[in-house]
C-alpha cells in the first residue's frame, strides 16, 4: 500500500513540475512580454531574422519593462527581477555579438534557454 501511495505522490510530483504555461508569482504583463522576447531569440536562432533585427526588437521589448508599477508583493518582486536578469543578459549578449563578434549561436541559445527555464517554457537544443 505504501508503494502504490509513493508512485501516487510521485506522479503528481512529475507532472506540477515544468508543466508549462505561466509560473505563479509573475504577472501576465511582464509574462507575455518575456514570451515576445523568447519568441525573438527564436527568430533568430531560426535564421528567420538577422542579429541586428533581433537585438533592435529585444531592446525595444526590454524598455518595456520600465511600464510596469512596481509590486508590493516580495516574492513577485524576486521572481520577476530574476526574469528581468535572464532578459538583461539575452538583450547584452546579442548586443556584444553585433558590435564586437564576441558571441556565437551557441551563447544566445544559453541565454534563450535560461530564459525558457524561468518562463516554464521548452528549452531547445
Known amino acids: 500500500m505504501k508503494k502504490i501511495a509513493l508512485l501516487l505522490i510521485f506522479a503528481l510530483i512529475l507532472s506540477l513540475v515544468g508543466c508549462g504555461g505561466k509560473p505563479n508569482g509573475i504577472r501576465k504583463g511582464v509574462y507575455n512580454l518575456s514570451l515576445a522576447i523568447l519568441s525573438t531569440s527564436d527568430q ?25 508599477e512596481d509590486v508590493e508583493n516580495l516574492s513577485t518582486q524576486i521572481n520577476e527581477m530574476s526574469i528581468k536578469v535572464c532578459l538583461h543578459d539575452l538583450n547584452n549578449t ?32
Open 94 to 125: 546579442f548586443r556584444l555579438l553585433i558590435w564586437y563578434g564576441e558571441k556565437s549561436y551557441d551563447n544566445i541559445l544559453e541565454k534563450r534557454n535560461n530564459l525558457a527555464v524561468k518562463l516554464n517554457e521548452k528549452t531547445r537544443k
Open 44 to 68: 533568430y536562432l531560426d535564421f528567420k531574422i538577422t542579429a541586428d533585427e533581433a537585438y533592435e526588437k529585444i531592446n525595444k521589448l526590454y524598455e518595456r519593462f520600465n511600464e510596469f
